[in-house]
């Protein structure tokens, strides 16, 4: 404010003029000095320019840009008639600071006054429409935008298409679009984001190619978000070529990646990304970022990493914020790693007002398998008074036994849950683990609408408890709804036609599979198939099938095999099953103790000393609960 200190002093020898006064003014809107405006604001009354309408207009002008709306009002009001610029002020005000109410008043009132809006006015209004998400007035401002002339205008049409897209109109968003002469970055980069979040991934990375023949130049927005499209594909890699073109990558930059390698499971690779931004030292870890990491390191095991980093974010960030933000990712890495005190240390830093927190660590509990803690710490959020949640309900149910999992459906009916699909579809889960299928058909006939999971869930549900036939009419009735089964949905069926003996449908729905839907059968239903197979007692026919498999069969495969071996008593295969169980699982000491034993029925006794002291060699201690020495050999 060199400017303003020359004037001041210069204002004890003589009056400034109109001209300087009005450059103090602009300086301070610029730099929103607040106070040396309020003394420049004496200055005009001093020196008698308060009466003016040119110099009262720069005045709401400055106040509204410093963010003192009370000051700018008082101005604004002495007004006898306010033009467009005083108008533009307050509308900027209220539309940055998010009063979109407010902003459609003025602008409403304005018009009244026979002051017409132009392309400074309409942009902010339009973005007013965008904080409330209402398409709506956003479509009548543009219809005004029309007769006003000013459709055209780039900033108004940037506004636009930024209105529409979170609006969830991306078709109005590209027609914006399309139909401007002129376009900036702004505009690519808007229409390449609405992309993005609505899901139309495909097309956001064809705009960018668009873009770059148009001869525009990418800046980091553009990059990070191309990124952020490439990642939500699953094409983690291609999101890295567009990485390492980018000159200083942010610290979105680095979690776009980070967390698009977490989400396909590369959870090494997530780590390596993280660790190569920590050792360059350029930008530091955010919450976000924080988060998204401490995901992938309950995947990577023998790792301390993730303790490492809950160190680092108390250090680092404000614990408040840290817990409120990573606090969930904490608890669900340390149940992965059995580490229960850890896990009481984190719930206890975490915010006990918020559902989140009550349940993440019902989930953590239950996927420990520690029921009885889920269920006492659901009751104990219930005595808090914290209100449950969709998550917290669908989290729970899983754990519950039938008299506390009727508790919790009557729960659910008191506040209000009826009509909330995922909540029901465990409904249906919990019932069906506790074979009342009559009672989880009864939830599913009665919902008000269903999705994929809910016909998965009732069809896995006739499966687990023997209603093999019951599924395959279910799957035909799906079918008729115009629901397409999906990879789930033909586990859910040759599961239930293997639990209920049903061999030839079973293999029918497998053939169907890739003929009649398109599937190409993965991992787990050949496994389907190999079960049902070994179930009904053709193990001959079930080792056929593995031979023939297109792919490697996994301990699913052979483990199906081995149980269904003994169920018959047929040693020759059992032997198989146990000899390939060891290959897949060189250090998994049952297998041997399996495999040894079943030497010993075979009669082969020197087999089973040489598997014994195969087991040895490698250091492999025997599990407890286990025996070298079966029964009834």
Same mark, same amino acid.
């Given at each position: 404010?060199?400017? &303003?200190?020359?004037?001041?002093?210069?204002?004890? !020898?003589?009056?400034?003029?109109? !001209?300087?006064?009005?450059?103090?003014?602009?300086?301070?809107?610029?730099?929103?000095?607040?106070?040396?405006?309020?003394?420049?604001?004496? +200055?005009? @009354? @001093?020196?008698?320019?308060?009466?003016?309408?040119?110099?009262?207009?720069?005045?709401?002008?400055?106040?509204?840009? #410093?963010?003192?709306?009370?000051?700018?009002?008082?101005?604004?009001?002495?007004?006898?008639?306010? =033009?467009? &610029?005083?108008?533009?002020?307050?509308?900027?005000?209220?539309?940055?600071?998010?009063?979109?109410?407010?902003?459609?008043?003025?602008?409403?009132?304005?018009?009244?006054?026979?002051?017409?809006?132009?392309?400074?006015?309409?942009?902010?209004?339009?973005?007013?429409?965008?904080?409330? $998400?209402?398409?709506?007035?956003?479509?009548?401002?543009?219809?005004?935008?029309?007769?006003?002339?000013?459709?055209?205008?780039?900033?108004?049409?940037?506004?636009?298409?930024?209105?529409?897209?979170? #609006?969830?109109?991306?078709?109005?968003?590209?027609?914006?679009?399309?139909?401007?002469?002129?376009?900036?970055?702004?505009?690519?980069?808007?229409?390449?984001?609405?992309?993005?979040?609505?899901?139309?991934?495909? !097309?956001?990375?064809?705009?960018?190619?668009?873009?770059?023949?148009?001869?525009?130049?990418?800046?980091?927005?553009?990059?990070?978000?191309?990124?952020?499209?490439?990642?939500?594909?699953?094409?983690?890699?291609?999101?890295?070529?567009?990485?390492?073109?980018?000159?200083?990558?942010?610290?979105?930059?680095?979690?776009?990646?980070?967390?698009?390698?977490?989400?396909?499971?590369?959870?090494?690779?997530?780590?390596?990304?993280?660790?190569?931004? *920590?050792?360059?030292?350029?930008? #530091?870890?955010? !919450?976000?970022?924080?988060?998204?990491?401490?995901?992938?390191?309950?995947?990577?095991?023998?790792?301390?990493?993730?303790?490492?980093?809950?160190?680092?974010?108390?250090?680092?960030?404000?614990?408040?914020?840290?817990?409120?933000?990573?606090?969930?990712?904490?608890?669900?890495?340390?149940?992965?790693?059995?580490?229960? +005190?850890?896990?009481?240390?984190?719930?206890?830093?975490?915010?006990?007002?918020?559902?989140?927190?009550?349940?993440?660590?019902?989930?953590?509990?239950?996927?420990?398998?520690?029921?009885?803690?889920?269920?006492?710490?659901?009751?104990?959020? +219930?005595?808090?008074?914290?209100?449950?949640?969709?998550?917290?309900?669908?989290?729970?149910?899983?754990?519950?036994?039938?008299?506390?999992?009727?508790?919790?459906?009557?729960?659910?009916?008191?506040?209000?849950?009826?009509?909330?699909?995922?909540?029901?579809?465990?409904?249906?889960?919990?019932?069906?683990?506790?074979?009342?299928?009559?009672?989880?058909?009864?939830?599913?006939?009665?919902?008000?609408?269903?999705? @994929?999971?809910?016909?998965?869930? *009732?069809?896995?549900?006739?499966?687990?408890?023997?209603?093999?036939?019951?599924?395959?009419?279910? $799957?035909?009735?799906?079918?008729?709804?115009?629901?397409?089964?999906?990879?789930?949905?033909?586990?859910?069926?040759?599961?239930?036609?293997?639990?209920?003996? $049903?061999?030839?449908?079973?293999?029918?729905?497998?053939?169907?599979?890739?003929?009649?839907?398109?599937?190409?059968?993965?991992?787990?239903?050949?496994?389907?198939?190999?079960?049902?197979?070994?179930?009904?007692?053709?193990?001959?026919?079930?080792?056929?099938? @593995?031979?023939? *498999?297109?792919?490697?069969?996994?301990? #699913?495969?052979?483990?199906?095999?081995?149980?269904?071996?003994?169920?018959?008593?047929?040693?020759?295969?059992?032997?198989?099953?146990?000899?390939?169980?060891?290959?897949?699982?060189?250090?998994?000491?049952?297998?041997?103790?399996?495999?040894?034993? *079943?030497?010993?029925?075979?009669?082969?006794?020197?087999?089973?000393?040489?598997?014994?002291?195969?087991?040895?060699?490698? =250091?492999?201690?025997?599990?407890?609960?286990?025996? &070298?020495?079966?029964?009834?050999?």
């Amino acid at each position: 404010m060199a400017l &303003f200190k020359t004037f001041l002093i210069e204002s004890q !020898l003589k009056s400034l003029s109109s !001209l300087e006064l009005n450059q103090i003014l602009q300086h301070c809107s610029k730099s929103k000095a607040l106070q040396q405006g309020k003394q420049t604001h004496q +200055q005009i @009354i @001093i020196n008698g320019f308060h009466h003016d309408s040119f110099m009262a207009t720069k005045l709401v002008q400055m106040y509204a840009d #410093c963010n003192n709306i009370i000051y700018a009002h008082q101005v604004f009001d002495e007004l006898s008639q306010p =033009n467009i &610029f005083s108008w533009t002020a307050m509308l900027a005000f209220y539309s940055r600071n998010g009063m979109a109410n407010e902003c459609f008043t003025y602008y409403n009132e304005m018009k009244m006054n026979r002051v017409y809006p132009d392309e400074y006015v309409l942009p902010n209004v339009v973005r007013a429409c965008t904080k409330l $998400l209402c398409v709506e007035t956003g479509l009548q401002i543009h219809k005004e935008a029309v007769v006003f002339g000013v459709d055209l205008n780039l900033q108004f049409c940037n506004s636009l298409i930024d209105m529409y897209s979170k #609006c969830g109109d991306v078709v109005s968003a590209r027609r914006v679009f399309d139909a401007m002469v002129e376009r900036d970055l702004l505009s690519w980069n808007s229409l390449i984001s609405a992309y993005v979040s609505s899901g139309f991934l495909a !097309l956001a990375v064809e705009l960018f190619g668009f873009m770059r023949r148009e001869g525009f130049e990418p800046d980091i927005v553009t990059w990070n978000t191309v990124m952020d499209a490439y990642c939500r594909m699953g094409q983690c890699d291609e999101a890295s070529n567009v990485f390492r073109r980018i000159k200083e990558p942010n610290i979105i930059s680095w979690t776009t990646l980070i967390s698009g390698y977490s989400r396909i499971g590369k959870h090494e690779v997530t780590l390596s990304i993280f660790r190569e931004m *920590m050792s360059i030292g350029k930008v #530091c870890a955010d !919450l976000d970022c924080l988060s998204s990491v401490l995901v992938s390191c309950r995947h990577v095991e023998g790792s301390n990493y993730g303790r490492e980093l809950h160190a680092h974010g108390i250090k680092t960030v404000n614990s408040t914020a840290f817990y409120k933000s990573a606090g969930p990712a904490l608890l669900v890495m340390y149940a992965t790693r059995r580490r229960i +005190q850890e896990m009481g240390n984190v719930f206890n830093c975490m915010d006990k007002s918020d559902v989140v927190t009550w349940t993440a660590m019902i989930h953590s509990l239950a996927h420990l398998g520690m029921a009885h803690s889920a269920l006492t710490y659901f009751r104990e959020m +219930q005595i808090l008074r914290i209100q449950s949640d969709q998550t917290t309900l669908s989290t729970v149910l899983p754990v519950c036994d039938l008299k506390t999992g009727k508790q919790v459906h009557a729960h659910i009916w008191r506040n209000g849950f009826t009509s909330v699909i995922a909540v029901y579809n465990a409904l249906i889960h919990m019932y069906s683990k506790n074979g009342c299928n009559t009672i989880a058909y009864s939830v599913f006939v009665n919902m008000e609408g269903r999705d @994929i999971v809910s016909w998965n869930a *009732m069809i896995g549900g006739f499966g687990m408890n023997g209603f093999g036939q019951a599924a395959l009419d279910l $799957l035909q009735e799906m079918r008729h709804s115009g629901i397409c089964p999906n990879s789930l949905t033909f586990t859910s069926v040759l599961s239930a036609c293997s639990h209920s003996g $049903l061999v030839d449908e079973g293999l029918q729905i497998f053939h169907k599979m890739s003929r009649e839907f398109g599937f190409e059968p993965k991992t787990e239903h050949f496994a389907c198939v190999v079960d049902l197979l070994a179930r009904a007692g053709q193990l001959d026919d079930a080792v056929e099938f @593995i031979n023939r *498999m297109p792919i490697k069969s996994d301990k #699913c495969v052979w483990g199906a095999v081995l149980s269904a071996s003994r169920a018959h008593q047929n040693v020759t295969t059992g032997v198989l099953a146990a000899e390939n169980l060891v290959q897949l699982e060189p250090y998994n000491a049952g297998n041997y103790v399996t495999l040894s034993n *079943m030497y010993v029925r075979a009669g082969r006794w020197e087999d089973a000393v040489r598997v014994r002291k195969q087991m040895d060699s490698i =250091n492999l201690v025997k599990p407890s609960g286990y025996s &070298f020495i079966e029964n009834g050999k």
